[in-house]
């Protein structure tokens, strides 16, 4: 029997996707389930059915998994951040690690065995940074919360427990000016309405505090009654922002800004080093794993202060800079001119003398530098999800370093690149997988290549 849109099945669940839903197979159909546990027994309606697989919603729960928990959180299930707050972490982990090994064997082609996941020390209360969208409710009122999955939808939520305490403080705060100021919220569908997003950044070492406010302007109202709420009701607020953003566009931040009360930045620190961040600056937002991430990198690169470290992707100079003191020389490579102006000014407020940055697209920088006669004995690739790619690969290989350090934050793209590698002539040494954001399905990779003596 052919499974068809709206036909109700038993399923089995024995695994999960890489967006963490749970999978089972009905009529030898794989068919991925939102919410579901490894070893749950489920009456299941097929909501979607596409030619090699469907998509299915729980109808019951007949058995439940040894793994399954209540959730902890009353809208996880809606906006779709948190896939896993219905497992135990064990579990989590579990699902994360099988996700790493899964990718390198079926799509790299590689047997090869992966250490056991670096869990967080955190798994609530972690992240350093939020986006929040704002929406008005039918009596016109601000609303807090989150996109639901492939959605603009926002789902209402003032306290996410990913995030700190004072994140929602924050939010209690502005919601009061704005009841003050009557200052009104951005309609994505018209294009008007002034409030667009709420932007926190913390520094987690201090629980200092940068409060941004999107707009779709140059001013708000009653700017002295924001500056006193915020003082009054979230003292670790240091720093008050505006950001201009005027384009009907997904992109959160415009390019320019106002700091209406504090500094321009907050400071926190980070592998011994301190860090300047500011509304636009990337950095880690799990900062106490990202700590055991660079650690677990640095031992990958196995420095002894006289190699030539070639750090691209460097963003602004957070891997590079930590491994500073160990290397003869750090040269960062990034191509978001902003970031690079960051890392600069890093290196500087560290004394970090060893390390020079500047902008350019991986792939040119390395040719280029690799015409400079500049030979790398250690390459850190840090790329974004969609990885590095065999332009770049190519140009890395012909540089020959002697380890090259791979940090990914996704499993299929790195074992595509790791495939390439393995055909250049590099080997794989080590592959450690680290829960950098739990209770999302996103997982992060650290892995070490030597060049194989020809």
């Known amino acids: ?15 999960y996707t890489a967006q ?22 489920l009456q299941v309606r097929v909501v979607k059915r596409l030619k090699t697989y469907a998509f299915g919603r729980i109808e019951k729960i007949l058995e439940p998994s040894p793994a399954r928990i209540e959730p902890d959180c009353s809208v996880s299930a809606q906006c779709g951040g948190c896939v896993f707050r219905h497992l135990t972490y064990q579990e989590e982990l579990w699902a994360k690690q099988e996700r790493v090994q899964d990718a390198v064997s079926r799509i790299g082609g590689i047997n090869f065995p992966v250490a056991e996941i670096l869990p967080s020390p955190d798994c609530i209360h972690y992240r350093n940074k939020a986006q929040i969208p704002l929406q008005a409710d039918a009596n016109g009122n601000l609303v807090f919360g989150f996109y639901a999955v492939h959605s603009h939808r926002i789902v209402p939520c003032d306290q996410c427990l990913l995030q700190p305490e004072s994140f929602f403080r924050a939010m209690q705060a502005v919601k009061k000016w704005q009841s ?17 997003h709420l932007y926190l950044r913390s520094a987690m070492s201090t629980g200092d505090l940068m409060v941004c406010l999107v707009i779709n302007g140059s001013k708000i109202h009653k700017e002295d009654v924001l500056i006193e709420l915020l003082k009054n009701e979230v003292p670790e607020t240091k720093s008050i922002v505006l950001n201009f953003n005027r384009d009907r566009t997904n992109v959160i931040l415009g390019e320019k800004g106002k700091t209406l009360c504090g500094t ?26 990202a700590q055991r991430l660079y650690n677990l990198a640095a031992k990958a690169a196995a420095l002894t202060g006289k190699e030539t470290l070639l750090d691209l992707y460097c963003g602004t100079g957070t891997i590079g800079l930590s491994m500073a003191k160990d290397a003869r020389q750090v040269i960062g490579v990034e191509i978001v001119e902003a970031a690079v102006e ?3 000014r890093n290196a500087e407020q560290n004394q970090i003398k060893n390390a020079r940055f500047f902008c350019g697209d991986a792939s040119e920088a390395a040719e280029k530098l690799q015409k400079e006669g500049i030979q790398p004995d250690v390459v850190i690739l840090d790329p974004p999800r969609k990885g590095c790619g065999e332009e770049l690969i190519r140009t890395v290989v012909k540089m020959a370093p002697e380890r090259i350090v791979y940090v990914s934050c996704d499993p299929a793209t790195l074992a595509r690149d790791l495939k390439l590698f393995t055909e250049l002539g590099y080997s794989l040494r080590s592959l450690q997988p680290v829960d950098m954001f739990p209770r999302t399905p996103h997982v992060e990779t650290v892995v070490l290549l030597s060049r194989v003596e020809k």
């Open 180 to 196: 003050i100021s009557k200052d009104t919220i951005y309609d994505e569908k018209t294009g008007k309405g002034t409030l667009r």
């Open 20 to 41: 963490g839903s749970g999978v089972g197979r009905a009529e030898g159909l794989p068919v991925f389930v939102f919410g579901a546990a490894r070893g749950d027994v």
């Open 342 to 344: 960051d890392a600069r």
């Open 1 to 15: 029997m052919e499974l068809k849109k709206n036909d109700i099945v038993k399923l089995t669940i024995t695994g």
């Open 264 to 289: 321009d930045s907050i400071t926190d620190t980070l592998c011994g080093l301190s860090f300047s961040i500011s509304p636009k600056s990337f950095y880690q937002v799990n900062r106490k794993q």
